[in-house]
Nanobody, 129 residues
Framework: QVHLVESGGGSVQAGGSLRLSCTASGIIPGTHCLGWFRQASGKEREGVAAATPTGGQIQYGDFAKGRFTLSLDNAKNILYLEMNNLKPEDTAMYYC??????????????????????WGQGTQVTVSS
């Protein structure tokens, strides 16, 4: 069974940085894509960034481009999201997700959806002005 555990959320002031981590277990390397999605209070879930199983392809949501960096430690099955120049509108619960179709995570980010098979519990990010 796939199990995802997020960490690294917190409260920062605008312009600050945070690094989120997602430790994935139960995944055979190279089989599941991974990604970060977020949901703010009263809003739809949206894709932040996602990667194919080995990290060869990465897709960012428009709001994340130039500020967020996704990376994957294949050996440890850990997905990182480095977030810089955070803005109050980045305040949301951030979820790590995985899917068995290698390109599904990227596709979900592109179409602005969040329909994946496996989800973590989420980590809260709060950015104050």
């Amino acid at each position: 069974q796939v199990h995802l555990v997020e960490s690294g959320g917190g409260s920062v002031q605008a312009g600050g940085s945070l690094r989120l981590s997602c430790t994935a277990s139960g995944i055979i390397p190279g089989t599941h894509c991974l990604g970060w999605f977020r949901q703010a209070s009263g809003k739809e879930r949206e894709g932040v960034a996602a990667a194919t199983p080995t990290g060869g392809q990465i897709q960012y949501g428009d709001f994340a481009k130039g500020r967020f960096t996704l990376s994957l430690d294949n050996a440890k099955n850990i997905l990182y999201l480095e977030m810089n120049n955070l803005k109050p509108e980045d305040t949301a619960m951030y979820y790590c997700a995985a899917h068995g179709n290698p390109y599904h995570c990227i596709h979900q980010v592109v179409i602005g959806r969040g329909e994946l098979d496996f989800w973590g519990q989420g980590t809260q990010v709060t950015v104050s002005s």
